[in-house]
């Protein structure tokens, strides 16, 4: 059966292939421009421009819209048109004329057509001159991007309003502002064999780990797809769990939060185009920290984070253990309530798990709707959702009132802590199920077994439940109860250390 279905799969697909095709350019400007026509044509945002100075022939390629027309032609293009070179050896002409160039514009020779052709398309001008078997790329970029703005799901009351934009050199300028030390490195590597995406590594050099260092470049030079279109195509390459709910890879949109586990000795993960941050190594504990805890006084931080937990439990137990207790635990209700409950119940045709299930349904199609309509019409879907779902199902008989008030604190649970809402979401599907056949004995079954999923992740290293387990007493002064700074500022943190 596993033959028959691979067998299908390669009937649709092709392998994936580094094309690594390396050309080395060549004296006649040209040769070079017909290479470029057979590889690029029909491209009409692709601009060829051929000149002469004193009977030396220059030629220029750049991409329209992606470059910076006025620097081209102030800074670029007239000093090299006026210069005044004083021989004809090409290669003489071409260092002069890059070094007529402002410094302030970024400068590279490149030797291979292929090379040079990937970063011209990355916005850069690149230029050819008769006689030289090189040629100069100039960073004159100045492409389409969003401006930087407050993060959507990240929102904090005191904290910075500045998110990461689509733009990778923009969101490591932010952390550059923020990290004023030349320990911050950053390296840029390449994934997708055909988009070239941008992958930029940030981390301290003073504090990281090297080993897993290391196995981030691996692990990432190692990625194989054809288009890399976010930073999560990169997260299950990055990432060591197949068959867990929970990733070790954290995700971020806020530059302070970044800053925050760089200081920790976590690698920082970039990609272009993508508005997000990945960090590693992620464990449990941080889903329920945010940078106001440590902006407030420490009781706030200890208040908000036992206001998490316990929306946590709420959003993936409260729906299976009430249909638990409705269909094999009644004794547990109290004798003022069981009456009303057993009413309301009476009046709806279908068994507690199927009713609790389509409501559970119900709340991810209108919160997934939404999610993907227009703004201008999401109001309505909520308007339509709270009335035609609420009251009139419950005034039709379809839906219990209990039971659409308990799905109504989950969802809203749920959103206490977004980056855990997927998961909530599927473990709350789960325990349903298991709560409505074997009741609170298969509800804690499932709790054990959550649990030692969750102690499997193990993020290089670094056990996913640590400080928890295994036990490390040193780092619950930033756990549940966060110290004052006037202590909790003299060390740093090393999260590497928690495996030890």
């Known amino acids: 059966m596993e033959n028959w279905y691979r067998k299908k799969i390669d009937e649709i697909t092709a392998p994936n292939v580094e094309k690594d095709e390396k050309e080395p350019i060549k004296a006649e400007v040209s040769e070079n421009f017909k290479y470029l026509e057979s590889k690029l044509t029909p491209s009409f945002d692709v601009k060829y421009r051929k000149s002469e ?48 160039i402002s410094a302030s514009i970024d400068k590279s020779i490149q030797f291979e057509l292929n090379t040079a052709v990937n970063e011209m398309l990355s916005g850069n001008l690149l230029m050819f001159v008769e006689g030289a078997e090189r040629a100069v790329l100039f960073g004159v970029q100045k492409f389409p991007k969003r401006s930087i703005s407050e993060p959507d799901s990240e929102t904090q009351e005191k904290g910075s309003k500045e998110g990461f934009s689509e733009s990778f050199k923009d969101n490591v300028a932010l952390l550059r502002r923020r990290i004023r030390t030349p320990v911050l490195k950053s390296e840029i590597l390449e994934v997708g064999t055909t988009s070239k995406t941008r992958v930029c590594i940030v981390y301290l050099s003073d504090r990281v780990n090297e080993k897993i260092l290391a196995s981030v470049r691996k692990r990432i030079k190692n990625a194989s797809f054809d288009v890399c279109l976010g930073a999560g195509y990169l997260e299950s390459f990055l990432g060591n769990e197949k068959a867990s709910f929970f990733s070790g890879v954290g995700s971020t949109e ?24 990945l960090y590693v190594p992620h464990i449990f504990t941080e889903y329920f920290h945010s940078l106001d805890d440590y902006l407030k006084r420490p009781y706030y931080a200890f208040a908000i984070r036992t206001l998490k937990i316990a929306s946590f439990f709420i959003g993936i137990f409260l729906p299976g253990i009430y249909v638990a207790i409705c269909t094999f635990h009644q ?40 999610l993907r309509m227009p703004k201008s019409i999401g109001n309505a879907v909520s308007i339509v959702g709270a009335l035609v779902i609420g009251d009139a199902a419950v005034s039709a008989g379809l839906v219990a009132a209990p039971m659409l008030i308990v799905i109504g604190l989950t969802a809203v649970s749920s959103f206490v802590i ?27 079954i499932a709790f054990a077994a959550v649990v030692i999923n969750m102690t499997a992740v193990s993020p290089y290293g670094v056990p996913f439940t640590s400080p928890l387990s295994p036990t490390k007493t040193g780092a619950w002064r930033d756990l549940l109860f966060r110290s004052d700074w006037r202590s909790l500022g003299k060390k740093i943190l090393q999260t590497d250390r928690l495996d030890k």
């Open 254 to 277: 806020r530059p302070d939060v970044l800053t925050a586990k760089l200081s920790e000795g976590k690698i920082g993960i970039i990609t272009d185009g993508t508005p997000y941050a």
């Open 331 to 370: 004794e547990v209700i109290p004798e003022s309530m069981i009456f009303d409950i057993c009413l309301q119940e009476s009046f709806v045709p279908l068994p507690v798990m199927i009713e609790a299930l389509i409501m559970h349904l119900v709340f991810e199609i209108v919160k997934e709707a939404g």
């Open 53 to 100: 100075v004193n009977g030396i022939k220059f030629g220029f390629v750049m991409l329209d819209g992606m470059c910076d027309n006025e620097l081209i032609t102030e800074q670029l293009m007239l000093p090299i048109l006026n210069g005044d070179y004083g021989t004809s050896d090409g290669e003489r002409v071409l260092e002069t004329a890059a070094d007529l």
């Open 418 to 444: 977004p980056s855990l809402y997927d998961i909530s979401s599927l473990l709350r599907a789960v325990l349903i199920i298991v709560g409505g056949i074997s009741g609170f004995y298969g509800i804690m």
